[in-house]
């Protein structure tokens, strides 16, 4: 069955830090692989999505993820963060055939200090 | 509506009460789903919707989880002789998806509904 890990369950960083949040899923087929966001009080948003082509995308407010095949990770990237990037970030998979049935990981609370 | 609406934002039960989750998704939206987040978990999937037709119910629990959709729009999530294990925050997504579409259109999500079973 296919399923996905966020290694970091709660990071705290510095505003100007760089970011990283690890993901790995287990799949063998053709995935797709998408991060969401959910800000306080909002509801969750799509940052980003890889189906297909160049495996470095980059999403909305700077962020980026690579995708590595070898290694069946997608992890999330944010060169210097914000106060604003506050939130919980949820990694999530489905395979490229699917009904669109979505994994979605347990998520990452980010909280960045001003 | 501009976004998925879902009612009631907040739901306090007792345990063995049926309770009705509903949802609204964006006009449209032909692709409708029900996920499921405990406290501390991530996003546990329930069930997908094509139109009125429900292709994936894999994610139900049990058979006290049922769910419907009529005219390809309002979806009902239906929790028969609740437990205390089903509190948890219901979550309902839609997204444009034709049913031959691509597995990855971008899921619209509402704000979820905040179940509390006594």
């Known amino acids: 069955a296919q399923s996905v890990s966020q290694h970091n369950h709660h990071v705290i960083l510095s505003e100007a830090a760089s970011l990283e949040l690890g993901c790995n899923y287990s799949y063998g087929g053709t995935v797709n692989l998408f991060w969401y966001v959910q800000y306080p009080g909002q509801h969750l948003q799509l940052l980003l999505k890889y189906f297909s082509g160049d495996p470095l995308v980059k999403g909305i407010k700077g962020f980026e993820a690579e995708f590595i095949k070898s290694k069946f990770s997608f992890n999330l990237r944010k060169p210097s963060v914000q106060w604003s990037d506050t939130a919980e970030y949820f990694c999530a998979v489905n395979s490229a055939g699917n009904t669109g049935k979505l994994i979605f990981g347990q998520g990452t609370t980010l909280q960045v200090k001003p | 509506g501009a976004g998925v609406s879902q009612s009631p934002s907040n739901k306090v039960t007792e345990k063995g009460k049926d309770v009705e989750l509903r949802c609204d998704p964006i006009?449209?939206?032909?692709?409708l789903y029900w996920y499921r987040q405990s406290l501390g978990q991530g996003l546990e999937f329930l069930i997908y919707f094509q139109g009125n037709s429900a292709p994936d119910k894999s994610g139900l629990p049990s058979d006290r989880f049922s769910a419907e959709r009529t005219g390809g729009s309002v979806s009902t999530l239906t929790i028969q002789r609740t437990q205390q294990e089903d509190s948890a925050v219901y979550l309902c997504a839609s997204s444009a998806r034709s049913g031959g579409g691509r597995a990855n259109e971008k899921l619209f999500f509402g704000s979820g509904t905040q179940l509390s079973v006594l």
């Open positions: 006009s449209g939206h032909t692709a």
